[in-house]
């Protein structure tokens, strides 16, 4: 297995958003810890943020959030609700060998899930860090969880890397 992190949309004007089960600040801290236990392995940590299409001043809180981003990372932005679509993520990450992705950040059902459906459709294997994403609502985050991604891949927590 060749795995690296994809952690989605940890921007800060989505990190303060009223999110549950778990807040935007316990995912971003989640993240980092999951980011640091990658690259001490020299795995890829792959950052992901949504720019809106056509606006040329993108809104306050659109960049990643303060000490997210290290040197080697690799940074997509994406202008769809997914990050495969139109980024050249796909052949970045099939240069680096990876095969597996390991998926968190926000929100569980717009941008991790849409990014995790068009992973799976370009054949990567996939895990999910349910402790290290959160919803716009408990419920929808936990349908996601227990219902939708165990039929791509694999349901972890953050302990299972860190």
Do not use: C, W
Request: overall charge negative; cysteine-free.
């Amino acid at each position: 297995m060749n795995s690296a992190l994809i952690l989605i949309d940890l921007m800060p004007r989505i990190v303060a958003l009223p999110l549950a089960p778990y807040s935007g600040g316990e995912v971003l801290a989640r993240s980092r810890e999951l980011a640091d236990a990658f690259r001490s392995r020299e795995r890829p940590v792959v950052l992901v943020r949504v720019e809106r299409p056509g606006v040329v001043q993108q809104p306050p809180g659109s960049d990643f959030a303060d000490g997210l981003v290290h040197h080697g990372d690799l940074v997509v932005v994406k202008r769809t609700i997914g990050a495969f679509y139109g980024t050249g993520l796909d052949e970045r990450l099939r240069g680096l060998g990876v095969d597996t992705l390991v998926v968190a950040g926000l929100v569980t059902t717009m941008g991790v899930e849409s990014t995790a459906r068009a992973a799976s459709d370009h054949g990567y294997e996939l895990e999910f860090v349910a402790d290290a994403m959160s919803g716009l609502a408990a419920d929808e985050h936990d349908f996601a969880v227990e219902r939708v991604f165990p039929r791509f891949g694999e349901v972890k927590r953050t302990a299972d890397y860190t």
